[in-house]
């Protein structure tokens, strides 16, 4: 407890108060100066603390929490769409995208092009050249770009396939596939690395300008606020989100921590990679902004059977490889050498992994960096849904972080795509996350937003964890209930875990002495209610260091004295 006569900028009482430290977990009150915890404990004492002038926030009851840390999200990709481009959901039909993409057309001018998503991956699955032509009926002749769900694909229309230079004799760019019907022609559909030849086509028409990136960026960070997020990395940040994420701190507006993943190679957005981006990111450390990290990409999404998988696909139509598992994108020695590289610069590594034998590459190659480097470096694994059983105990042995992202361990759009495609055998044992945990290692929750649905809605992600069920009642069943968490060990992966898996352990992620007055308060009591409920939860205020940047409708707030 810090002494009585420690000066305080005001204090929180009449919870409950939880605040994710294992070694206090509840408390009646706590107090704030200078934007940190200066004293958690009992009600009693934490007034006693206070002078008759300072402030009092009493929580009526209402449960106040540490600020909530997502582990993977893309602020640039989401802010654009939320700020600029025309919302579509997972579960829309392809009608009823056709449909969304006139009325959006009629807003713009005849050559403007119609950018947007997110579209459900069962709606990937299955477009036709029909398709393509009612897409050019709806935009009039305008280009269209939409963003699939894993935003590792994209369809666009005929106009913008024009725009690309792509016929249907053009060949595949390497890692990608425009991908034809069996008759040869053209669906629009592009997958992995034939998505940044339509972005580039798409960028070649808008003028991005430092107003605009800031607009975006400033509307990701108000939206993560209103969820009660205050401390987020981003999962595939390039040049010009270094720069205005910087500005933004300078100018006093970033009301978040921001973990920077620096893309080693080229990847969906185009710019600069690799160590002249690091480059980049060593100049852009701010107070919030901490360019630590690199983002590595070892494989694609089941979905597009692009997954580095140990055993084969499905085979459910004629033209599929009935051996076909999927090809990494690096080769063992390289990716060590590569990693080594990053440590040497003093940088740690995100590295995305959806398949059981890419992530074992990323383990088999940590593996030789421990050794050669030691244990101080951070090593993530993006997604981690496919773990072979040998490969579990690994992550805790090698300090490996499971960043399990996006929310899909439930049945979902994304899961129904995935099903056609994985074995049931591996399939059914998806999200192995109670077993990571229980084993030691730091499971971390992340939205990956934009990608799998429209928001960063952190509280469906945490129930989820939880009933491993859908949220909505139409959708029935169940996925791999012996993964359940319960509600604490839900909350350490989206609190103290993650802020421990981006090196911030020491600044976020509790409700500690000494660190960040980060703090949200909540509707309801998440510890008490049916968890089935969980994903209603309203965050009625929201704290980041010790200010007030996220405040709900009057009327519902708790009262300040």
């Known amino acids: 407890m810090t002494p009585e006569n420690q000066p305080v900028g005001f204090i929180v009482i009449n919870g409950p108060v939880y605040t994710s430290d294992p070694a206090n977990e509840w408390a009646e009150a706590f107090a704030v100066a200078d934007g940190k915890i200066v004293a958690v404990g009992n009600e009693e004492a934490i007034r006693n603390m206070a002078g008759g002038a300072t402030p009092v926030i009493d929580l009526q009851g209402k449960l106040a929490m ?43 001018a005849p050559d403007e092009w119609i950018i947007g998503g997110i579209v459900g991956s069962t709606v990937m699955d299955d477009i036709t050249v029909q398709d393509l032509k009612s897409l050019d ?9 939409l963003r699939d769900d894993s935003m590792h694909n994209r369809w666009v229309n005929s106009r913008a396939l024009e725009l690309m230079g792509v016929s249907a004799d053009s060949p595949d760019p390497e890692g990608g596939t425009y991908v034809r019907d069996d008759a040869g022609q053209l669906t629009g559909v592009l997958q992995e690395l034939a998505s940044p030849v339509g972005e580039a086509a798409a960028a070649a028409s808008i003028e991005e300008t430092p107003e605009r990136h800031a607009t975006a960026f400033r509307t990701a960070v108000e939206i993560l606020n209103g969820y009660g997020v205050t401390a987020v990395q981003e999962a595939a940040t390039m040049d010009y989100a270094l720069e205005t994420l910087a500005a933004m701190d300078h100018r006093g507006e970033l009301t978040a921590h921001v973990v920077a993943s620096m893309p080693s190679r080229p990847f969906i957005e185009p710019g600069t990679t690799g160590t002249d981006l690091y480059d980049v990111g060593s100049e ?66 995100k590295l995305h992994a959806t398949g059981d034998a890419a992530v074992r590459m990323v383990l088999d190659a940590v593996e030789q960096v421990r050794a050669s480097r030691g244990k101080g470096p951070l090593f993530q694994i993006a997604h981690v849904e496919y773990i072979d059983a040998a490969d579990l105990r690994r992550f805790a042995a090698l300090g490996v972080v499971p960043d399990a992202s996006p929310y899909i361990w439930f049945p979902s759009v994304i899961q129904e795509s995935i099903a056609k495609q994985i074995p049931a055998a591996v399939f059914d044992k998806s999200w192995p996350l109670r077993d990571l945990l229980l084993d030691g290692a730091l499971v971390s929750g992340g939205s990956d937003w934009p990608c799998s649905a429209p928001t960063p809605d952190p509280w469906t992600g945490l129930e989820t964890l939880i009933t491993r069920r859908n949220p909505d009642p139409a959708v029935v069943g169940t996925l791999n209930v012996p993964q359940a968490l319960d509600v604490e060990q839900a909350v350490a992966a989206f609190t103290r875990h993650p802020a421990a898996a981006m090196g911030l352990q ?29 994903h209603a939860v309203q965050v009625h205020q929201t704290w980041f260091e010790g200010r007030l940047v996220y405040e709900a409708a009057a009327g519902q707030v708790p009262a300040v004295a």
């Open 506 to 534: 020491d600044r976020v992620g509790m409700l500690r002495e000494g660190l960040s007055a980060d703090f949200i308060v909540l509707d309801r009591n998440i510890f008490t209610v049916d968890p089935g409920q969980i």
């Open 137 to 145: 009926e709806a935009a009039a002749g305008r280009p269209v770009l």
């Open 66 to 108: 540490p600020g909530l840390v997502d582990v993977h999200a893309h602020l640039g990709l989401g802010g654009r769409q939320a700020a600029f481009e025309l919302p579509l959901l997972p579960t829309d039909s392809t009608a009823e995208i056709v449909d969304k993409v006139r009325a959006w057309a009629e807003r713009l």
């Open 284 to 349: 852009h450390h701010t107070e919030h902004l901490h360019p630590n990290f690199a983002k590595y990409v070892l494989d694609g999404v089941p979905m597009t059977r692009t997954s580095a998988m140990l055993n084969p696909y499905l085979c459910s139509h004629r033209s599929h490889d009935p051996q076909h598992t999927g090809e990494p994108l690096w080769q063992l020695e390289d990716l060590v050498a590569s990693l080594e590289e990053l440590v040497d610069r003093g940088l740690h590594a």
